[in-house]
């Protein structure tokens, strides 16, 4: 079946530092894929989207570049903010048939410290 | 910005009683979700209705949970008799139908079960 696999956190960096949350995925066909994030207590925003390959996502500052051929999906940031601090999941949405539910990743808790 | 409304927003029962969930999706969104999210992992699919059907509940515990969507509107997820293992968040999710269309999450019921 489907499934998304990203690094296992929790990652803590600096206030401006270069950020990196790596996911790989295994779908049958092309799926949509999007990177979601969680702040405490609360559900899931999206943050981004792409629906084919070498599509990028991005928003926030945020980017993540749709990779057939790596079958991978890994959101990048140049400079982030302690309000950045949150659960950042990754997940695919299987396209076809009717059941089309995403399938989420573990997750990868982003810790920025001043 | 619409939202996807969720209540109660938390719920302590105890062992053996039953308890209900409900949701209001985004006005105009066919497709519902609730998802099952415990702590410190990413939502796993409960149910996917489209309109007032049942698409995909290949992972509800039938034995013990349901759900429904009568009107193809609101829905309600309710477990009985609930058990400790249950304790999780609940999070209901909308979309337009199609496969590149994002889920919109409600913040989600925090279910506690003593």
């Given at each position: 079946g489907d499934s998304v696999t990203q690094m296992e956190g929790p990652v803590t960096l600096s206030e401006e530092a270069f950020l990196t949350i790596n996911c790989t995925y295994t779908a049958t066909g092309y799926p949509s894929l999007f990177w979601y994030v969680q702040y405490p207590g609360e559900g899931l925003q999206l943050l981004l989207k792409a629906t084919k390959a070498d599509d990028k996502g991005s928003n926030k500052g945020f980017e993540a570049t749709y990779r057939k051929e790596t079958t991978s999906f890994h959101l990048e940031k140049g400079s982030v903010q302690?309000?950045?601090?949150?659960v950042y999941f990754c997940a695919l949405k299987a396209l076809g048939g009717g059941a089309d539910g995403l399938t989420f990743g573990k997750g990868t808790h982003l810790i920025i410290q001043p | 910005e619409a939202e996807v409304a969720q209540s109660p927003r938390y719920k302590i029962t105890e062992k053996s009683q039953a308890v209900a969930f409900?949701?209001?999706?985004?006005?105009?969104?066919?497709?519902?979700y609730w998802y099952r999210q415990i702590l410190?992992?990413?939502?796993?699919l409960l149910v996917q209705f489209q309109d007032e059907s049942v698409v995909d509940d290949s992972q509800l515990p039938k034995d013990r949970f349901s759900a429904e969507r009568l009107k193809g509107v609101d829905s309600t997820l309710k477990i009985q008799p609930a058990e400790l293992g249950d304790s999780a968040m609940y999070l209901c999710a909308s979309s337009f139908t199609g496969?590149?269309?994002?889920?919109?999450?409600?913040?989600?019921?925090?279910?506690t079960v003593t």
């Open positions: 302690v309000s950045d601090s949150a | 409900w949701c209001d999706p985004i006005s105009g969104h066919a497709t519902l410190g992992q990413g939502p796993e496969g590149n269309s994002p889920l919109h999450f409600g913040n989600g019921t925090r279910l």
